[in-house]
Every structure is written in C-alpha cells, then in structure tokens.
C-alpha cells in the first residue's frame, strides 16, 4: 500500500523496515514475576481495588472517534488518523508493544505523535527509538513537541530518532497529504513554552504571519491542526482548521466515575477539555488521554488512551 503524501520530508532515507516484532518488557517481566510467585500466600495475592488499578494503569484503550468534518473532501472520507500522545518515556515504555499491536489492527492512514514522547526525567531515548521506527513503517508519521521536551536534555536526540525513523517533526511547519485531487494541509505548532523559556524559538507559536496557520485560497483543501495544549486550540479555530488534534491535559490526571478530570496544567481543576471529541467554532478538536504520566504517577478511572479519529464528510 502506498501513501501518496509528501510529509517524510524531514526523514532519512525512507522508513525503516522492521520485521520482527517488538520488544516485549511485560512478557520479560512477566517471566521474572513467575519465579518469584509459584506459591503466593494467600495475602500476597493482589486484592481487587490493586487489580482495578493495574488495568487502569496498564492497559490501553483504544477508542475510535468520529468527526464530522463540514464539506470534507469525498476523497479523506473515512480516512483515520492515529493519535500518539504524552509517553514521558521513563526506562522503558512498558505500553510499547500493546499500543504497537492497537496500532497494527488500526491501520490508521496517519499516525500523529502529540509530545511529550519524553521529559526531563527520561533518562534515555534509546527505548524509544524501536517503537517509532515499527509505527513509522505502519503509515506515515507525523510529530510536534510537547513543553516538557523543550526542557529535555536529549531533545536532539529525540530529533535525531524522528528524522531517522522518516517521521516529520513540525515545529510551526506544515505539510501536505494528497489523495487524488484533495489535499489535507497538516499543520504542527510549537508549543509556547519554547518561546517563554527563550529555547530557539524567536516568536510565539501561532502569532499573526505565522506561516503555517496563515489561511490561503485553495479548492478541495482542509487544514488539521496538531497542537500540543487543548486549551490553546481555540485561539486557532478562527483560522479556518476542520480539525484540532492535542494531548498533554492526561484526561486530567484522575477522572471521576463519570468522566470529569480533576486537574489539567494549563486548565486548573475540573478542567473542560481533557478526553474525546468537542466542537470548535466550525470545527472538531480531539483531545487525548495521553499514554504516560508525568507528576501524578497513578491513574484513576483514566486508562491510558490511544484515539482513531475517523473523518466523516458532512
Ligand atoms: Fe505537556
């Protein structure tokens, strides 16, 4: 299958090919668990509310979701974008292989990374570097940064991985995906933290003569947004974007049994925009859950979410 799209435009040579399967840390520590646990005492047995906590923590949801998108292209109609967002890598990122597997199902037609793949505790991109060349060789990629990487040591190395695995990292930069005579323009911004933290960034993401958000005349065109914070979405959907794909609100942290989040940086308590679809203006923003954590080590009610946002024409 190819994808006639030109956003590799930052890689390497061309995606590389990976043939056999992924590393599989929770089969390893798996093995480890079973020598130490042939006769578990009674106590030792994890309780419910322990258990509940282990498959809130350690098992990905992968939710797919509609958006309706006002005149789409016929072509991108059912075309399904894959939403990786907020790993914060720590030694090794145990979800890998199962969001890998949720991925391969999937068969997304793009894979979207949404920052904050690492932050400043990670130690290491290395255990990263696999699990992006394997999704880079499902469909084609595209990555933004989230605030925490800016403060990253290993951020060049994180650049260095995308480029090398043919992902196009957009950093206020846009490309272009085409399927017969339509044209998705996806657009990836900065996030603000660089420009506050004065790290290269000379002007604040989005601002008026931006290039990539500046608006421009073109038949059977749509513009998608990839934005790291979901809060900062709105001040961009005056500019004519169908869709707004962010992370980094981690479903507020913990989530009450109906859905509300409690805490989000950026948005204080009971945060608004945390997890699943909401309107825009016109158009659609997509927030997901996020696959790690960052300062609230535990999850509740907030398993770790994969979204594939399917477009429908309207
Ligand atoms: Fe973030």
Not at 133 to 144: D, M, N, T, V
Request: glycine residues 8%.
């Amino acid at each position: 299958m190819t994808h006639p799209i030109d956003i590799k435009k930052h890689g390497a040579e061309g995606v590389v090919e990976i043939s056999g399967e992924l590393p599989s840390p929770n089969a390893v520590r798996s093995a480890n668990e079973s020598l130490t646990m042939d006769s578990p005492s009674p106590a030792a047995r994890p309780g419910l509310l322990e258990r509940l906590l282990k498959w809130q923590n350690g098992s990905v949801e992968a939710e797919e979701i509609a958006a309706r998108i006002l005149n789409l292209p016929l072509e991108f109609d059912g075309f399904r974008i894959a939403m990786v967002s907020d790993i914060h890598l720590k030694s090794q990122f145990l979800l890998a292989d199962e969001v890998a597997t949720h991925l391969s199902r999937a068969k997304p037609d793009l894979i979207t990374i949404l920052g904050d793949a690492i932050d400043g505790s990670t130690p290491s991109v290395d255990p990263l570097k696999e699990f992006i060349r394997f999704i880079a060789s499902l469909a084609p990629c595209a990555a933004i940064l989230g605030n925490n990487e800016y403060a990253s040591a290993y951020l060049p190395n994180l650049r260095a991985a995308y480029r090398d695995a043919g992902i196009a990292l957009l950093e206020d930069q846009s490309a272009r995906i085409t399927r017969g005579g339509a044209v998705m323009r996806l657009v990836g911004l900065q996030d603000p933290w660089a420009y506050v933290s004065h790290l290269n960034v000379s002007r604040e993401p989005g601002m008026p003569n931006t290039e990539p958000i500046r608006p421009a005349a073109e038949p059977n065109r749509f513009d998608v947004l990839m934005i790291h914070r979901p809060h900062r979405a709105s001040r961009y959907g005056r500019q004519g974007y169908a869709l707004s794909l962010a992370g980094h609100a981690h479903g507020g942290q913990w989530r009450l049994p109906w859905g509300q989040g409690i805490f989000s940086p950026g948005q204080g308590l009971f945060p608004k925009l945390t997890s699943g679809l909401y309107s825009l203006g016109d158009g659609q923003l997509v927030v997901s859950r996020g696959l790690g954590n960052h300062e609230f080590p535990i999850r509740i009610h907030n398993r770790p979410h994969l979204p594939i946002v399917r477009l429908i024409r309207r």
